[in-house]
Structures are given as structure tokens and as C-alpha cells.
């Protein structure tokens, strides 16, 4: 029984060691890909953000991801994964993207 135990011990370990190990994969993999891009592509930002942002969807396991960049008081969307085309154009359409208190950013 003590054996049996120890082994479930064990078992349990090297899981969640691998687990970590595939979560580290992951996010360098990521990593390189993003330099990859950015390597190829110095003059070439939207490029960079569209790799960065389907990286980020990637390790987050989310199913889709945008980049928007400040202008003044509101917010521009750069780079997007996964939105579909007719969702995209309803939230450019009907949500405001600005800056301030109570508002989606979180800035005063």
C-alpha cells in the first residue's frame, strides 16, 4: 500500500512537471514566432501586432484577440484574430473606445 502511494506520488509529479514543460513550449514558441516576424519585417508594425495578437489568442486559449492603440482619448484598433467581419464592424459602429473614468480602459 505504502508503495502504491508512493507511485501515485510520483505519478501525480512528473504530470504536472510535463504539463509545465508544455506550457513553456508554448509561450517560447510564441516568443519566437513573434521575433521572427519582427526580424523580417522592420518597417512592417501591422505584421508584428497580428502575429503578436494570434500568439497571445494561442496562450490564453481564447478564441479571439484585439491590439488597440491610444490616439488622443480614444482607442484604434491595430490588429485583431479571429473576429468575425460583420462582429467587428458592429463593435467599431456601436462601442465607444475612449478613455476615461467608467469607462472600459480603466483609466481616470
Not at 95 to 100: A, D, K, M, V, Y
Request: glycine share 4%.
Amino acid at each position: 500500500m505504502q508503495n502504491f502511494a508512493k507511485q501515485a506520488v510520483i505519478a501525480i509529479e512528473n504530470t504536472r512537471l510535463l504539463s509545465e514543460l508544455r506550457e513553456s513550449l508554448q509561450q517560447q514558441t510564441a516568443t519566437a514566432d513573434v521575433l521572427k516576424v519582427i526580424s523580417r519585417s522592420t518597417f512592417d508594425l501591422k505584421s508584428v501586432l497580428q502575429t503578436l495578437t494570434e500568439s497571445v489568442a494561442r496562450l490564453c486559449e481564447a478564441d479571439m484577440a484585439a491590439i488597440h492603440r491610444q490616439l488622443g482619448t480614444a482607442y484604434q484598433e491595430v490588429a485583431t484574430h479571429s473576429f468575425p467581419q460583420d462582429y467587428r464592424e458592429f463593435i467599431l459602429r456601436n462601442l465607444s473606445f475612449e478613455s476615461g473614468r467608467g469607462r472600459w480602459s480603466g483609466e481616470p
